[in-house]
T-cell receptor, first 115, second 114 residues
Framework: EAQVTQNPRYLITVTGKKLTVTCSQN?????MSWYRQDPGLGLRQIYY???????DKGDVPEGYKVSRKEKRNFPLILESPSPNQTSLYFC??????????????FGQGTRLTVV | KQEVTQIPAALSVPEGENLVLNCSFTDSAIYNLQWFRQDPGKGLTSLLL?????REQTSGRLNASLDKSSGRSTLYIAASQPGDSATYLCAVPISSGSARQLTFGSGTQLTVLP
């Protein structure tokens, strides 16, 4: 089944403890990105990757890192999480061109709470 | 800057009713428009993708239309069921230089009453 898989689905952590949220897609998509969803603010892009070893900042990149060493994986790293990073996170992918002519697929989300 | 608006923010209908959800966008130069469904606290499920050259797309009880000139899309749900209760989001892709992302509307929260 074609899908975007995120892990973990739920995570509670303490301020300053490094964490990684994994994202993997099995559709051989070139483009992958991370969004966060907050009440009243909607979905905002954190980082995106046009292809392997090519990443760039979205609208809200502060406090996050990403890497794209393999086509299928695009982990989101929080080096020193803070409570304002408590949010619902989504990984997304599309075949190419950053959603321009292709369908976007989203993962099931990761609910992160930083205390 | 592309802005996407969805009205109403919430809608409650009795089971069996046909309904229309609205999505409007300010820049008509879009590549496509995609409708998603989101259940509470869960992921986004793609419902329909309409390319800029298309006028409508259908999947089961869902029909999405696109009118680029007026900057509007509608999602028509026929014979609504309680299982259709969810938040429906529309999104259009935007590019700025090398940046690529989806711009989402704020969603319409649909409740279908048994």
């Amino acid at each position: 089944e074609a899908q975007v898989t995120q892990n973990p689905r739920y995570l509670i952590t303490v301020t300053g403890k490094k964490l990684t949220v994994t994202c993997s897609q099995n559709m051989n998509h070139e483009y992958m990105s991370w969004y966060r969803q907050d009440p009243g603010l909607g979905l905002r892009q954190i980082y995106y990757s046009m292809n392997v070893e090519v990443t760039d900042k979205g609208d809200v990149p502060e406090g996050y890192k990403v890497s794209r060493k393999e086509k299928r994986n695009f982990p989101l790293i929080l080096e020193s999480p803070s409570p304002n990073q408590t949010s619902l996170y989504f990984c997304a992918s599309s075949l190419r061109q950053g959603f321009m002519n292709t369908e976007a697929f989203f993962g099931q989300g990761t609910r992160l709470t930083v205390v | 800057k592309q802005e996407v608006t969805q009205i109403p923010a919430a809608l409650s209908v009795p089971e069996g009713e046909n309904l229309v959800l609205n999505c409007s966008f300010t820049d008509s130069a879009i590549y496509n428009l995609q409708w998603f469904r989101q259940d509470p606290g869960k992921g986004l499920t793609s419902l329909l993708l309409i390319q800029s050259s298309q006028r409508e797309q259908t999947s089961g009880r869902l029909n999405a239309s696109l009118d680029k000139s007026s900057g509007r899309s509608t999602l028509y749900i026929a014979a609504s069921q309680p299982g259709d209760s969810a938040t429906y989001l529309c999104a259009v892709p935007i590019s700025s230089g090398s940046a690529r992302q989806l711009t989402f509307g704020s969603g319409t929260q649909l409740t279908v009453l048994p």
